[in-house]
């Protein structure tokens, strides 16, 4: 287990992603801030899987469950962001029954995420070439 928030970084292509989603087109982001953003990131999943698990040690569990995160972020005062993460989850479980009733689906879908993740990872590795070019 890291014993500080800075032996736990989350993978740079998976922030700048994130960071690309939530700005509008043409605003730019220095690398200062990506690192201050991922940081960030790092220390809210430390405390929300921290708070999480006090939950699941008041049950008496060693599993952390969707229950406990859902705890954690009310009590962590996200309560605006528990609604969209229960109706995320419950999309998420539909999609995984629909991939376990159809192993032909399960191939196309897998076949089809893995392209999805190779034409991202080139996109991502040309931007950050180009932001080290700038």
Do not use: W
């Amino acid at each position: 287990m890291a014993e500080r928030p800075e032996d736990l970084n989350l993978p740079n292509a998976v922030i700048t992603r994130i960071i690309k989603e939530a700005l509008p087109d043409g605003v730019n982001i220095s690398k200062e801030a990506r690192s201050a953003i991922s940081r960030a990131a790092s220390v809210f999943v430390l405390y929300a899987t921290s708070c999480a698990n006090n939950f699941a040690m008041k049950g008496k569990r060693k599993t952390l469950n969707a229950s406990d995160v859902l705890s954690a972020m009310e009590e962590m005062e996200f309560q605006r962001f528990v609604t969209p993460l229960k109706e995320a989850l419950e999309e998420q479980k539909k999609k995984d029954k629909d991939k376990k009733t159809d192993p032909e689906e399960q191939d196309k879908s897998r076949d089809e995420d893995n392209e999805e993740d190779e034409e991202r990872l080139e996109e991502e590795e040309q931007n950050e070439e180009e932001e080290v070019d700038n």
